[in-house]
């Protein structure tokens, strides 16, 4: 009777252990990824969310924010991750405020492009230069008018620095979002009617419709930027597999375009990431390396 008693006490103290080790599995500390709902963000988040979980094993919790919040909150450990930071114009300001308290995880991909567009309906002869936003005919065919993204962001800081130095007397800079951005762009090429609107490039839209940039003869929004990983000092120590996949994680302009076409298309970021990445074994592998 002892013997059975003792067998007892055993199997019901493995099955305790196993419990309690699922429960540890289960309850992991997700990782707060910092993200704005721009597609170049939504695709490079949603590709290291997917592989993170599903290949590590190691949830991952999206985090909202305006990008001046995210600097701040990965600074301060409130976050742990954002994967948008542009350098060195677009948010060199928050990368120099908060450079001390940052980790910089390492370039993700290279090519980024910010800038003033227009559709190609709209004569090159007519305006191929912001220069030429100053002629009174373009102005009043732009309504003084130049869409915007959200305010605060690094390109429409640089948008209010281009105003001023190109002379723009009479233009409203209009303060918007993405979407909004978007909305406004769609309306313009289903009338014809003329617009300038602040973009990037990786964008989706460029594959959507025909578009052009301004030229920028001052240089005022700035040239190629490189795109890079923020993590918080915490970070390594607490989620040190993680960490050694971020620094690993590369990807081209062009594949950051396809995964944004692909997740636009398809309303769906989690399905158009597990795509990319069943189709890219390689990337996968570079990114898993001890």
């Known amino acids: ?19 309690m080790c699922a429960i540890s599995a289960n309850a992991a500390e997700p990782i707060k990824i910092a993200v704005t709902n721009w597609a170049d963000v939504q695709a490079v988040a949603n ?20 990008i001046g919040i995210q600097f701040q909150g990965v600074a301060r450990g409130d976050l742990d991750i954002m994967v948008g930071g542009w350098l060195p114009l677009t948010h060199g300001m928050y990368v120099s405020r908060y450079k001390s ?19 190609d309906y709209v004569p090159e002869g007519q305006l191929s230069s912001i220069d030429d ?29 281009t105003l001023k130095d190109y002379n723009l007397a009479g233009y409203n800079l209009q303060a918007s979002s993405e979407a909004g951005m978007l909305a406004a762009l769609q ?3 289903q009338s014809k ?40 000092k915490q970070f390594a120590g607490k989620f040190p597999r993680a960490n050694v996949f971020f620094h690993h994680f590369k990807l081209t302009l062009s594949d950051v375009e396809s995964i ?11 399905a158009a990431a597990k795509r990319f990445v069943d189709a890219h074994p390689e990337k996968l592998k570079a990114w898993l390396e001890q």
């Open 1 to 19: 009777m002892n013997m059975i008693i003792k067998k007892l006490v055993a199997t019901a103290g493995v099955a305790v252990a196993a419990c």
């Open 47 to 66: 590709v290291a969310k997917y592989v993170l979980e599903n290949k590590l094993q190691q949830p991952v919790n999206f985090v909202q924010a305006d």
């Open 101 to 119: 308290d940052l980790v910089d995880t390492g370039v993700i991909y290279t090519g980024g492009k910010n800038g003033w567009a227009v559709p």
């Open 133 to 161: 936003l100053n002629k009174p005919d373009v102005k009043s065919k732009l309504n003084g008018t130049i869409q915007g993204i959200e305010p605060g962001g690094g390109l429409m800081q640089a948008s209010e620095k």
């Open 187 to 189: 309306r313009a090429e």
């Open 193 to 232: 009617n003329w617009i300038v609107v602040t973009v990037w490039s990786p964008h989706w839209l460029w594959q959507k419709w025909k578009m052009r940039y301004l030229k920028d003869p001052k240089g005022t929004l700035g040239g190629e930027e490189q795109i890079h990983g923020f993590s918080s």
């Open 260 to 270: 944004e076409f692909d997740g636009n298309s398809s309303n769906d970021w989690n």
